[in-house]
């Protein structure tokens, strides 16, 4: 009976350890529902452009009026307004998204990657965190690295 007693006690300390786990595990992680986007906060932006372009397959969309204020989160309203698909890994040390693909276009195709650039100038951050303002022209374009 002891002996029973023991393992019980066990097995019970060890579904505690692991639903404390799981807790901290979520919580210290950021989790994105589908759907839903990253945010500075819920300011608009007025007027942003964004261009997607790749060998054989492009889109341009100028949105008068946002809350969709980061690169990532415009190019998610993009995707679902034109229905093509975004395949991205999130990386907790740069707290941002990494694109790995665009409309089944992936990186590493003949040796090119999606990177993006607004109003001319290459992201210093991840999509994630870069902010837009007002007249942004936002363009993710399918080739090799100019680095």
Same mark, same amino acid.
């Given at each position: $009976?002891? +002996? +029973?007693?023991?393992?019980?006690?066990?097995?019970?300390?060890?579904?505690? $350890?692991?639903? =404390?786990?799981?807790?901290?595990?979520?919580?210290?992680?950021?989790?994105?529902?589908p759907g839903t986007v990253t945010t500075q906060d819920s300011s608009t932006v007025q007027n942003v452009t964004i261009t997607i372009?790749?060998?054989?397959?492009?889109? =341009?969309?100028?949105?008068?009026?946002?809350?969709?204020?980061?690169?990532?989160?415009?190019? @998610?309203?993009?995707?679902?307004?034109?229905?093509?698909?975004?395949? +991205? =890994?999130?990386? =907790?040390?740069?707290? #941002?998204?990494?694109?790995?693909?665009?409309?089944?276009?992936?990186?590493? $195709?003949? @040796? /090119?990657?999606?990177?993006?650039?607004? @109003?001319?100038?290459?992201?210093n951050k991840g999509c994630s965190n870069y902010f837009l303002s007002d007249n942004d022209k936002v363009i993710w374009r399918f080739? /090799? #690295?100019?680095?």
């Amino acid at each position: $009976m002891r +002996k +029973k007693t023991i393992v019980q006690l066990g097995i019970y300390i060890l579904l505690v $350890m692991i639903v =404390t786990i799981t807790i901290f595990a979520i919580s210290t992680n950021q989790i994105e529902l589908p759907g839903t986007v990253t945010t500075q906060d819920s300011s608009t932006v007025q007027n942003v452009t964004i261009t997607i372009i790749s060998d054989n397959w492009s889109v =341009t969309h100028t949105y008068l009026e946002t809350t969709n204020n980061s690169v990532y989160s415009l190019l @998610n309203q993009t995707a679902q307004r034109y229905h093509f698909s975004i395949n +991205k =890994t999130y990386f =907790t040390g740069y707290d #941002s998204f990494f694109i790995e693909s665009i409309n089944g276009i992936s990186n590493g $195709m003949d @040796n /090119k990657y999606w990177q993006f650039e607004v @109003n001319g100038q290459y992201g210093n951050k991840g999509c994630s965190n870069y902010f837009l303002s007002d007249n942004d022209k936002v363009i993710w374009r399918f080739q /090799k #690295s100019p680095f």
